[in-house]
């Protein structure tokens, strides 16, 4: 199981992390993104990072501004969001899969999802 964690509520121009914690197995060797699901809007891709770590992918909207990284000792995945915008504001999800890839079907496993509300 995946478990989301981190979201609430930041100003615009703040940071915040997100964090992606696995019980049950381990990330290890697979492969982790962040999608996320505005209000009235269809779910889509933030960030990956490869199973190794040594490869990451972002969504134009985010490059620059979020940062993916893994925490292999912790079994955790985060997501580093500095300078969020209004526009960021969005339910953020994690999803594990063997295959690098942006979109959903790439991913088996996915967490619960957790609320992101960026203030302007």
């Known amino acids: 199981q995946l478990q989301a964690s981190g979201g609430g509520l930041v100003q615009a121009g703040g940071s915040l992390r997100l964090s992606c914690a696995a019980s049950g197995r381990t990330f290890r060797n697979y492969v982790v993104a962040w999608f996320r699901q505005a209000p009235g809007k269809e779910r889509e891709f933030v960030a990956a990072?490869?199973?190794?770590?040594?490869?990451?992918s972002y969504a134009d909207f985010v490059k620059g501004r979020f940062t993916i990284s893994r925490g292999y000792a912790e079994n955790t995945v985060y997501l580093q969001m500095n300078s969020p915008a209004a526009a960021d504001t969005a339910v953020y999800y994690c999803?594990?899969?063997?295959?690098?890839?942006?979109?959903?079907?790439?991913?088996?496993?996915w967490g619960q999802g957790t609320l992101v509300t960026v203030s302007s």
């Open positions: 999803a594990a899969g063997v295959v690098f890839d942006a979109y959903e079907w790439a991913f088996s496993f």
């Open positions: 990072i490869s199973s190794s770590g040594s490869r990451t």
